[in-house]
């Protein structure tokens, strides 16, 4: 965003919150609703829904609608095509996304791997291209893909979620190029360990010297670096420079063994 333009100039009036009822996306509801931003918030489940809501019209006196939605189900491509078309949404933020189950690939059912598909890639690609179109056409607008640091390279227990969540980084840098001449940003935030209901209700486990980051500061570095990069990684480039400085096997092994530590994996070999 340039300087001196204010987040409801640049991205009003509205913004749509996919997995906006909880965690990260909860906080970027109330930071957008404290700019200023009407809201449309997007989750499965109404009573987590409607609470946030009613917290945020409380706080910041917006409007907020909630639509209860599963954002894996076959018919995305029409439903989000019919909520981006019914309203002005100079934001969109795709948050949902989180693992749900952590076990070897061929330990659980291929559904878990092709749900993590839907919601981390069909889904992300049916909203960014019926909001993306609406806000080329005005030259101005953004959408922010929340990825993990999961998506840097290929994990074992988590290996369609790490997939899935690379998608996501990949099509943010290209979709950013595509529309940097026409005034609609584009960024892929990628949270690391990061304290969220869904995270917490993972079974994911406390590890030495591992301090999860807070949903809010991780959204307020999201909402700073829209308009300024494709991608803005939560822990700085520097440690993913040292990442990628090393051999991509040993960071799998490393991503390997981190994710059965985390999730409390007894691994044999
Ligand atoms: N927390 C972490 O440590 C961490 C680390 C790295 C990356 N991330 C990324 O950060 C994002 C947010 O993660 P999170 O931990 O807050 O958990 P999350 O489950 O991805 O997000 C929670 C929000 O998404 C909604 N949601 C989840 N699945 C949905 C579905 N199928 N359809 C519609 N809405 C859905 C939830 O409401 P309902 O359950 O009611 O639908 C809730 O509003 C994800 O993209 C995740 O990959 C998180």
Avoid at 113 to 131: G, K
Avoid at 132 to 148: D, H, T, V
Wanted: with cysteine; proline share 3%.
């Amino acid at each position: 965003m340039s300087a001196g333009t204010s987040l409801a100039e640049r991205y009003g009036p509205r913004a749509l919150i996919l997995g906006g009822s909880e965690g990260i996306g909860a906080e970027f509801a109330d930071l957008l609703a404290g700019a200023g931003l009407d809201l449309t918030l997007v989750a499965r489940s109404a009573g987590a829904l409607n609470e946030t809501a009613a917290r945020i019209r409380d706080a910041h006196g917006v409007e907020v609608d909630v639509i209860e939605l599963d954002l894996t189900a076959p018919d995305i491509p029409s439903k989000a095509g019919d909520i981006i078309a019914a309203r002005d949404f100079g934001l969109v933020i795709y948050n949902a996304g989180a693992t749900h189950g952590v076990n070897l690939f061929l330990d659980q059912p291929v559904d878990r791997a092709l749900n993590l598909v839907a919601l981390n890639c069909a889904s992300p690609v049916a909203v960014a291209h019926a909001a993306l179109g609406k806000m080329r056409e005005k030259g101005r607008g953004g959408l922010i893909l929340i990825s993990s640091m999961s998506g840097l390279v290929g994990s074992g227990y988590v290996a369609a979620y790490a997939a899935s969540k690379s998608f996501e980084i990949v099509l943010a840098e290209g979709l950013h190029w595509e529309l940097q001449r026409d005034g609609v940003d584009i960024l892929c935030a990628v949270a690391s360990l990061t304290d969220t209901p869904a995270m917490q209700r993972s079974g994911m486990v406390e590890v030495e010297g591992l301090t999860p980051m807070d949903a809010r500061t991780f959204a307020t570095g999201a909402i700073d670096a829209l308009g300024s990069a494709p991608v803005w990684y939560a822990v700085g480039d520097a440690a993913v420079e040292g990442m990628r400085a090393m051999p991509r096997t040993a960071i799998t092994a490393n991503a390997s063994a981190m994710s059965a530590q985390l999730w409390g994996i007894k691994v044999d070999n």
